[in-house]
Every structure is written in structure tokens, then in C-alpha cells.
């Protein structure tokens, strides 16, 4: 079970195409009615806009907010709330003016309603970064989270596609990392898993067309849900090297995101296998590091540190200051692994996951088999190597685990012999041969159905007369089994042979008793005209499968017992009809609902009734006895 804190931040979100006109209900709606409206020349058309939405309520308008939120700023647009009495900030743009507008809210209480137009995801934090003297500062407090957010999609109708993609990839680095977040819950985990398979699905659509509302629409909420994953819980690795890009080698930060994002996510990988697994199943892809790479050049973003201007020979040091201070990431930082990292992205490598790898490698031993493809050894190798590759990836598996696996086959071999068959007995206990025998028998419906031949046949079983006994004296409780062949028309099948083998009261068949002369308790029959045979046997008790070898310790080590509930083994040939291979269990005997070869079948469990009366063929009894009385339905060929 999962534990986890989760506090939501209670902003209202206001989404969907032509929202901008809401703005006025939304600044009463908080009881406001003096709006300082924040934006840029370069905005002016969707600012003009919301002004003529305010009408009335808006008193100020200040265009002056810059990158990184400068106290200096920060003062004018104070001065000139307070000049008008302002009771609300709107404000209207990317991570600047919001910056801007929380910058006011902390020092003034004010309220805020943020028009987005662009992907940052800031809208929806309680965070606030400030420079001062070129020094910047972070800082988190309820009072920054902006009351309202407006997300009108036909605002960022105009975002040029260059920043229309760094930005949602920026937005996508917040959701990537909030998945192997220590703070991640299920909730976070939801909308970091909705916003990556709404940005991926819509970035390569705006490529083809900037204007794509549904495309814009996707983006944006997928922005939204990022951002509230940002604010939500800690973000690790990706995040601070981009901060250290940006800060100390003044790269650009949704630029730097965008290259930086598959090469941390691959640096990860190792320590986020599930994670990654789900980012991949967002992306629609197999591998998340090469498919948000794919993606971003899919989008025609950058992908290389080299084409924004950093220096190869700043790498090592970029490395230093990302190790510099200890924090929290899902795999250990090394300043070398960072370095490496910093090459590939550098230079614009496509990150190889360790699953590209081994995805190569399956399909080379695949291809080996391309000189026989059609054949069905072929296929049958090629399917068997895909699943025990993917055996062997899925769970992890280390070369102790795999040194086991051999040597538990090793001594499956050593301990088969003539009489002995470990592997039938293995394959029987992990219910491969019930799934061969069903897909095998289950085809013809109207026939008495089939189970698995086990270990303790002998070709060739002694031929006996009806009527003779199988017992030849040995303890147990007396049985009388008259058996008839029918075929599906009901017809009797005459001169049908039929093989029937048993274990004796204890358990065991004659094979695993050396000392015993002969065989016993196995015998063939054939049919007379009527389709009919009878003989004397014992009831069979349940018993135990070998246990003493390789099987025994794997059942051992799942606490499975190696009971197998009691019954009489089948084989009936007949020419013109299909071979049935089966077993009668003794209804009420142990172990029907557990047998340990999962070879029951409810039909195969049949009546094994008690007797006390005179014998059918005037054998005298002096003790109960038992009637098994069956008939067998077999396909004609
Ligand atoms: C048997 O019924 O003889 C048997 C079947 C599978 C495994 C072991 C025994
Ligand atoms: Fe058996």
C-alpha cells in the first residue's frame, strides 16, 4: 500500500475558448472592483480585450514586467497600484507578468485573476522567483498562488510555434518529474500522466498547424495540470541543471528544458523503470527518453546545448555546480555521470536507453532465425525468445537468479531417468501440460474430456482379461469398474484398446517401487462388441508427486503441497477414432479443488459409488466394496 500527503491549491480555473470575457464576473466574484492590469506591448491586442471586458473596474495598466521578476520592476508597478488604489492585479501574458503579479500579491495581499498565454505552469504555484543586485530568490507562500486563473485558449492562439513547443516540453519536464517525486501521490500521478499524453498528442498536430484549437486545447490544460504538479511536489535532477544552465551560463530556459528533458529522463531510467513505463505508455511509445527525444524533433524544437550557444568546454563545470549541494533525485548524482549526460545533450545524441538495447538485441537473435522464417520451428523460437527476453527484462533478473534458473534445470536432467521423468513432472506442476492437453482435446465438445498423461505410463501394459484384477492381492478397498466406449453417435466402439494405470493404496505406482516384481495395478483391455470391459481393482487414495527433487523445492518454496487428488488413469485407442488420454477422479476424495498438476475437470469427477451387496461377477466379498461405472465418449477421426 501507498502512502502519501497531498494538498491541493485551491485556485479557480476557468477554462476554455473565449473565457477572456469572463473576466469581469470573475473580479466580482472575488468582491473586487479597482483592477491594475498587467501585460505587454506585445500583447496589446488581447489586452485591449480585457480592458474592454473590465469597462469601468479597470483603473491602472502597467506594461513594464520583465524575465526573472527584478525587485526594481517590482517597485514601479507597486507605486503605481497604490497610486490607483488598486484592490486586484489581472494579469495578462507568460511566466514574467504572472511573476509580476505575485511579486505584488505577497507584499500587498492583493488579489489575482492570470490570463496565461503561454504553457509556464507558474499560474498555478504558490512559488515566486525574484533577482535583486543579480541575485536570485525563491520563495513559497499561500498568499502567491493566484485566486483565479482564466485559461482562454484563444490567447495562446498567437504563441509562435518555436516557443509553443519549448514551452509545453517545459511544461512536460514538470510532470516527468513529478512522477518520481518523493512527494508524488496518485493524484499527481493522474494529471503528470494526463498532461504528457495531452502536450505529446498535441505538439506534433500544431506543427502542422499553429491554429489547431483542439491541439492548443490539449496543450494548455496539459500546461495547467503540469503546472499544479510543479507546484505540488518536489522536482529533482532535470530541474536543477536547467537552473544552473540558466544561471550560471545564461542559457534559455524553456530552450534549455527542452534539450536537457530526455537526457535526464534517461540518466533516471534506471532508478524509474515503473516510472518510465508509464511516461512511455503516455507517449505512445516504447522507450520514454528516446520517445520524448522523438517527440521533440517530431515538434522541430532544439536538441542540442550546442545550438544555444553553450560552451563544450563549460560542460565539466556546469556538472561541478549541479553536484555542488546534495538533493533529492530517484538515481545517485555522479559529477561523471553528469558530464556524460551533459555531452549527449550537448551534442544532441539521442539518448540509448538501456532498453534500446536490449530491444536490438531480441530482434538480432530473431533475425538469426530469418534463414527458416515461415517454418514452424521458426516461429515457434522466434515467439519463445521474445518471451524469455522479456521474462528476463521485465522482472530484473540478475545473473545469480539466472545461474539458479540453470542449475534447477541442470539437476531436472541429472534426475530423469527411464522411470523418473522430472520434466514431464514440471512442466505437469506449472500447469504448462493442462494448457497443452486443453488446447489439444477441448476441441471436440461432445467427447468425455481429456487430462494430462503424468509420468507413470508404460508403453505396452500387460494385456488382461475382462473381469481380472489389477490389484493381483494387493490391500485396499475393493473396486469393480465396468467401462464403455461410445462414440459421439452413441454408437459402442468394439476392440478399442485401453491402457489403465493406478497407484496402489499408499500412493505410489509400480514403477516407483523397485522391489516390486512385475508390473501391477496397470493393464490393457479391449472393448467386446458392445463397446464394454470390466475388472478388479483398488480404489486409489491420493498421493504425492515425487517430491524429492528439483519440482519438490519449487513447490516447497511457494508453500504449494504435491498432493494430486485420487484417480484412475485412461488411455483408449480405437482405429478410425482420436486417442483420448484421461483420468476419472474419485468424487469427495481430497484434493479435487488443489491437485497439484491442475488436472481436474469437473466432468472427470465422477461417482465411485459404495457397495455392500452381492459382487457383479459372484466374486466373494466379505467387505464393502465400490462401483465406478463410466462410459467414455471418443471423436471419430
Ligand atoms: C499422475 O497422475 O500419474 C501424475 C500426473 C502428473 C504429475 C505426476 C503424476
Ligand atoms: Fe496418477
Not at 466373494?620 to 465418449?633: I, M, S
Request: charged share 20%; proline share 7%; with cysteine.
Amino acid at each position: 500500500m501507498r502512502s502519501f500527503d497531498y494538498s491541493p491549491n485551491p485556485a479557480r480555473v476557468v477554462f476554455g475558448s473565449g473565457t477572456a470575457k469572463r473576466v469581469r464576473d470573475e473580479v466580482e466574484r472575488l468582491g473586487h472592483s479597482r483592477v491594475l492590469l498587467l501585460a505587454s506591448p506585445q500583447l496589446d491586442v488581447p489586452a485591449g480585450q480585457v480592458s474592454d471586458v473590465l469597462g469601468d473596474l479597470l483603473v491602472a495598466r502597467f506594461d513594464g514586467a520583465a524575465m526573472h521578476t527584478p525587485v526594481e520592476v517590482t517597485e514601479q508597478a507597486l507605486d503605481v497600484l497604490r497610486e490607483h488604489d488598486a484592490d486586484c492585479v489581472v494579469a495578462i501574458g507568460g511566466g514574467s507578468t504572472t511573476g509580476l503579479a505575485k511579486a505584488l500579491a505577497v507584499r500587498t495581499g492583493v488579489d489575482q485573476v492570470i490570463l496565461p498565454t503561454t504553457y509556464a505552469g507558474s499560474e498555478v504555484t504558490p512559488v515566486l522567483g525574484e533577482t535583486e543586485g543579480g541575485r536570485k530568490t525563491t520563495r513559497s507562500a499561500p498568499e502567491i498562488l493566484p485566486e483565479t486563473v482564466i485559461y482562454d485558449v484563444d490567447f495562446t492562439l498567437g504563441l509562435p510555434l518555436n516557443l509553443s513547443v519549448t514551452s509545453g516540453v517545459n511544461a512536460l519536464a514538470h510532470a516527468v518529474e513529478a512522477l518520481y517525486s518523493p512527494q508524488a501521490n496518485p493524484i499527481v500521478d493522474a494529471m503528470a500522466l494526463d498532461a504528457i499524453s495531452g502536450i505529446a498528442r498535441a505538439l506534433p498536430r500544431l506543427r502542422e498547424d499553429p491554429w489547431n484549437l483542439d491541439a492548443r486545447g490539449d496543450l494548455l490544460r496539459g500546461a495547467w495540470l503540469a503546472g499544479t504538479c510543479l507546484g505540488a511536489v518536489g522536482m529533482a535532477l532535470h530541474h536543477k541543471l536547467c537552473h544552473t544552465l540558466g544561471g550560471s551560463f545564461d542559457l534559455p530556459h524553456a530552450e534549455t528544458h527542452t534539450v536537457i528533458l530526455p537526457h535526464a529522463m534517461a540518466y533516471n531510467a534506471p532508478a524509474t523503470r515503473d516510472v518510465m513505463a508509464r511516461i512511455a505508455a503516455a507517449l505512445g511509445v516504447p522507450d520514454a527518453p528516446s520517445g520524448m527525444y522523438d517527440l521533440i524533433v517530431a515538434a522541430g524544437g532544439p536538441t542540442s546545448l550546442r545550438e544555444l550557444g553553450m560552451r563544450e568546454t563549460d560542460l565539466s563545470r556546469a556538472a561541478e555546480l549541479a553536484t555542488a549541494k546534495p538533493y533529492p533525485n530517484p538515481r545517485e548524482l555522479t559529477t561523471e555521470g553528469i558530464v556524460a549526460l551533459l555531452d549527449d545533450a550537448w551534442h544532441g545524441r539521442r539518448p540509448e536507453a538501456p532498453t534500446s538495447d536490449l530491444t536490438r538485441l531480441t530482434e538480432q537473435v530473431v533475425e538469426s532465425f530469418s534463414a527458416a522464417a515461415g517454418t514452424r520451428v521458426a516461429t515457434l523460437l522466434t515467439d519463445l525468445v521474445r518471451h524469455l527476453h522479456g521474462f528476463a527484462i521485465d522482472n530484473d533478473l540478475t545473473e545469480g537468479e539466472w545461474m539458479t534458473a540453470i542449475d534447477f534445470l541442470t539437476r531436472t536432467g541429472h534426475i530423469t531417468t527411464d522411470t523418473r521423468q522430472e520434466f514431464i513432472l514440471l512442466s505437469d506442476t506449472l500447469g504448462v501440460s493442462s494448457v497443452v492437453d486443453l488446447m489439444t482435446n477441448s476441441r471436440t465438445p461432445d467427447t468425455t474430456p481429456s487430462a494430462v498423461l503424468g509420468p507413470f505410463y508404460v508403453e505396452g501394459p500387460p494385456p488382461k482379461a475382462h473381469g481380472s484384477d489389477l490389484a493381483e492381492g494387493l490391500p485396499g478397498l475393493p473396486l469393480w469398474a465396468d467401462i464403455k466406449i461410445i462414440d459421439t453417435a452413441g454408437a459402442p466402439v468394439a476392440g478399442a484398446v485401453v491402457d489403465v494405470w493406478q497407484s496402489n493404496e499408499d500412493g505410489f505406482y509400480d514403477v516407483q517401487l523397485p522391489d516390486f516384481d512385475g508390473p501391477v495395478l496397470r493393464a490393457r483391455f479391449t472393448t467386446d462388441d458392445r463397446g464394454r470391459f470390466t475388472f478388479w481393482s483398488i480404489l486409489p487414495s491420493e498421493y504425492p508427486i515425487p517430491a524429492d527433487g528439483p519440482v519438490g523445492q519449487l513447490l516447497d518454496a511457494v508453500g504449494r503441497h504435491p498432493f494430486r487428488a485420487p484417480h484412475v488413469h485412461f488411455m483408449i485407442s480405437a482405429p478410425g477414432h482420436q486417442r483420448l488420454v484421461t483420468q476419472l477422479f474419485v468424487n469427495g476424495g481430497a484434493y479435487l479443488d488443489s491437485d497439484t498438476v491442475f488436472g481436474v475437470k469437473d466432468r472427470l469427477i465422477v461417482d465411485f459409488t459404495p457397495q455392500d451387496g452381492p459382487t457383479p461377477d459372484g466374486r466373494e466379498l466379505d467387505v464393502p466394496w465400490r462401483l465406478l461405472d463410466f462410459t467414455f465418449r471418443i471423436a471419430k477421426n
